[in-house]
Every structure is written in structure tokens, then in C-alpha cells.
């Protein structure tokens, strides 16, 4: 068989990963610095990822929108600590048309302040409310040290924000889009999840509450993969939200954002993918069944290929017999296509075929006849067994510690770690300082000492804390 070389992941994860974007035709660097070019396969992979949020969103009452690439500087300076916390990575237009602009307009980063001066507007009365949008776009942010799908200067995301009549519907609201972000990760992506509350000091900026999904990559570091906001009252002061209610008195509204981007790509690649390229959950895999014809007569691969097809399974017929069966079998499985399907002379010969599984790459004869039947009943098996494999390593790779030596000694191998917190922002910046690790989200859990694992203060909080993409 035709061999693919990619860097093995115990050697160098990093240069495996870029292998595997590459090889698998995922995505090219563009021209400016930060960017990326997202070719056919990527953004397959993307688009149904896309589909499937964008039905458990406006299950949500959601409805999407599109809002301009170009916010006035003044918007975001009407929010300061917002403006604060994006500054350093704003891009910032000062000329068009050939003349200098009488005010800046920054390249979004994010919605929030141009969507909330709308909100003001469309929002007068307590009938208005919930008011609830989403958008798919593109935002630009400054990144010191772009990769691609992990940080790029410019990103496609989803982003939505809401506005309600109360705070604590704001609370609703944020924590019902966690929940759909964490059945997203574990239904569609297969990817095992914690979900908590954001530290102070890696909360969204503007936010009262921030929370998040965080998942454990193979190298052990950890990825935040969606967040959700409850913005309470900030921007609604800021930008006059305010509507009458029953009783005809005027209130700030509350209002929330949430977000996943195209970040949950890299997250897929690291978590699934093993030393022989991508392994895709059948969900959102472009083609979830390859059928491999070996010779030139091809009757029986287009049967099946039907058949397939009209049970609903994006399939694909690589008939390139011109190009050996190593070859193509390698393609296939660096883009990590769930099952593959081999009908050879030998196969049909004995009246068979011979299924691959991607996963583990394990093999099977099953008789010609049911061969569709089988290959759809291993799709459901596979995503099951990616999600349980991520499950397992994730709290394999989670571990209490109550020493801070003990700590400082494993966190080179990795994982998360569950620790007893003070709370105070000392204790957070000096975990931040001496070990370069961060605070991953605070959990619902006993913490594993009745003090801070930083100070030795009394505890506060149980948390997650690991090193981070």
C-alpha cells in the first residue's frame, strides 16, 4: 500500500496537526498573515457543522441576520471595559475612498456594541422582548501567533445575541446555549466536554458571566470550544436598551452572546485524529461511505452506491482505476472518510465485500447483498466509539491535585486538573505567571482540598485548570 509519512503525533503534535491540515486538504495559509484559505474538503466539513447548529439554534427561537463588517469606533468606546479588552487585537480602518475617514471604523471582532445600538432602536416595549438573532460571518482579531483553525486573524463563526426582560431570563438564556453547545459537541462532534463558569480573569470582556465548553486534546492541552455570556445589564446601560413594562415603567433590558467558530475544526482534528490522518464522526464527515471500485467493470459499486444513496448516506464512488488502490485508500483515509467499502475481483468473486472501518481500522467481509446495511449500521457504531474514546481520555487525563509542587511537576505531561481555589484575581494571575497554565472554567464538583491549591487560602471554588490553545 501506498504510504502517506505524517509526523507522528508523540514526536511533534504541532507538526502532525499542520501535517494533517495539508495532507488532508483541509486548508491553506492565505496571503496576509493570520489568514487562512479553507479549501473544498474543510469547508464540507464546516458547512455541516454550520447545518446542524443552525437547526438547534432557531430550535431555540433564534433567527439569523447579517449585520455590517464595519463598526464606528465610538460603539465600542461607549462599552469600556469591552473596548479594553479588545484593543489589543482590533483592526482599525482609517482611510477609504482614498481620504482619511472623519471617525475609524474597526473590523469586528465581535457583534456586540453595533447589534446593542440596534437593540435600543428595536426594542421599546416588553412585547418586543425576547428578542433573539444569530449571524454567520467573519470577524477579524489581531493574533500574535496565528494557526490555522485554532487562532487566525480572521475566523468564520456563528455569534448570536439576545435581549430579555429580565436578568434572570438572561440567565436562562446563557445557560440554555451552553447546554445546546454541549449537546452539539457530544452529539454531533463526538467530542467529550466540560462545561463551567469562566474565572474572572478569562471572562468575556463586558460579560458578568461567562461559560464555556472546554475539551482535551490528544497532547493534553486543553481548547475552548463555545462560550456563552450573560451580559446582565452592561450593554444595556451603555446603549440605552431600555423598554416599558406591564406597568409602564421603562427598565433596561438584560442581554446575552454566544458563540463557536470554525475553531471547533482544529478541535475535531486533535481530539479524533490519530498518526494516519483525520478520523471523522460520521456527522460530519463530506462523504460518509467511499466505495472503492478496483477494476474497470463497475456494475456492482454503482448498485451499491445506489443504494446507499437513497438511504439518505452521503457517498461517494471513486472510480480512478487508473490510480492504484494504495493510493486512493490512503486519500481516504488521511481525510478520514468513516467507512470505506472495497469491491475487488476476489469480492465480487465470492459474492462479497470488504468494509473499513476508520476508527480503528479494522476490516470485515460481509456478503455483496447487505453490504449497504452494513456499512450504515457501522456508522452509528463509530460515532458512538469516537465519543466514547474522547469521554475516556478526557477523564483519564483529569486528575485532583491539592499540592502545588505535585502540580507544577505533571502539568509538562498534560491533562486537566481539578484544584481548590480561593477565587481572588492574586491567585488566578500568579497560577498564570509562575506556570503558564490558566483556570479552564470553574465546575460544579467537591473540591479535592478544603484550600486553595495557589495560596492555601480557604477554598472557594473546584476548578479546571490546565495548559491551553
Known amino acids: ?63 439569523n441576520v447579517a449585520f455590517p463588517l464595519f463598526i464606528p469606533m465610538s460603539f465600542l468606546e461607549k462599552e469600556k471595559q469591552h473596548v479594553e479588552g479588545f484593543s489589543p487585537e482590533l483592526a482599525v480602518v482609517t482611510h477609504g475612498g482614498g481620504e482619511e475617514l472623519t471617525e475609524p471604523l474597526v473590523v469586528r471582532p465581535t457583534s456586540e456594541t453595533v447589534i446593542n445600538h440596534y437593540f435600543a432602536k428595536w ?21 500574535l501567533r496565528p494557526r ?86 452592561n450593554f444595556a446601560r451603555a446603549f440605552d436598551i431600555q423598554y416599558l413594562d406591564a406597568g409602564g415603567e421603562r427598565r433596561h433590558a438584560a442581554t446575552t452572546s454566544w458563540g463557536t467558530s470554525t ?3 482544529g478541535g475535531t482534528i486533535m481530539v479524533h485524529g490519530d498518526d494516519h490522518g483525520l478520523r471523522l464522526p460520521p456527522t460530519i464527515a463530506p462523504h460518509q461511505v467511499v466505495i472503492m471500485q478496483l477494476d474497470s467493470e463497475g456494475e456492482a459499486a454503482r448498485r ?24 486512493r485508500s490512503v486519500d481516504w483515509e488521511i481525510k478520514g472518510v468513516p467507512v470505506r467499502i472495497e469491491l475487488g475481483a476476489r469480492e465480487l468473486a465470492a459474492g462479497e465485500a470488504t468494509l473499513v472501518r ?18 450504515i449500521a457501522l456508522l452509528d457504531e463509530i460515532q458512538q466509539a469516537l465519543f466514547t474514546r474522547s469521554r475516556a481520555f478526557r477523564e483519564e487525563n483529569t486528575h485532583p491535585v491539592t499540592d502545588f509542587d505535585d502540580f507544577t511537576q505533571r502539568l509538562g505531561d498534560g491533562g486537566l486538573f481539578l484544584a481548590a481555589w480561593s477565587g481572588t484575581e492574586e491567585s488566578e494571575q500568579a497560577l498564570r505567571e509562575r506556570t503558564s497554565a490558566t483556570i479552564r472554567c470553574i465546575v460544579d464538583a467537591d473540591p479535592p482540598a478544603p484550600t486553595c491549591l495557589i495560596t492555601g487560602m ?3 471554588h473546584t476548578v479546571l485548570i490546565g495548559r491551553a490553545y
Open 1 to 63: 500500500m501506498a504510504k502517506v509519512v505524517l509526523t507522528p503525533q508523540a514526536e511533534n503534535f504541532p507538526a502532525w496537526y499542520q501535517d494533517v491540515v495539508a495532507r488532508a486538504e483541509l486548508a491553506d495559509n492565505g496571503p496576509a498573515r493570520g489568514t487562512m484559505v479553507i479549501r473544498p474538503w474543510g469547508y464540507a466539513i464546516w458547512e455541516l457543522m454550520q447545518a446542524d447548529m443552525d437547526r438547534r439554534i432557531k430550535a431555540t427561537g433564534a433567527q
Open 263 to 265: 475553531r471547533m475544526i
Open 304 to 327: 451499491v452506491e445506489a443504494e446507499l444513496r437513497a438511504a439518505g448516506v452521503r457517498t461517494h464512488l471513486d472510480d480512478r482505476t487508473h490510480t492504484s488502490f494504495g493510493r
Open 123 to 143: 426594542v421599546q416595549s416588553h412585547r418586543d422582548l425576547p428578542l433573539m438573532i444569530n449571524l454567520w460571518n467573519n470577524v477579524v482579531r489581531w493574533e
Open 148 to 233: 490555522v483553525f485554532l487562532r487566525t486573524t480572521e475566523f468564520l463563526w456563528q455569534e448570536g445575541h439576545t435581549a430579555h426582560a429580565t436578568y434572570e431570563d438572561a440567565v436562562e438564556e446563557t445557560r440554555r446555549m451552553l447546554e445546546v453547545y454541549r449537546r452539539f459537541m457530544e452529539e454531533t462532534l463526538a467530542i467529550s466536554v466540560a462545561v463551567g463558569e469562566k474565572s474572572p480573569g478569562e471572562r468575556f470582556a463586558g460579560a458578568d458571566h461567562t461559560f464555556t465548553c472546554e475539551a482535551l486534546m490528544r497532547d493534553g492541552k486543553a481548547l475552548q470550544m463555545g462560550t456563552s455570556h450573560n451580559l446582565g445589564h
Open 458 to 460: 480557604p477554598a472557594e
Open 358 to 375: 476508520r476508527d480503528d481500522r479494522s476490516k470485515s467481509k460481509v456478503p455483496l447483498d447487505g453490504a449497504a446495511r452494513a456499512a
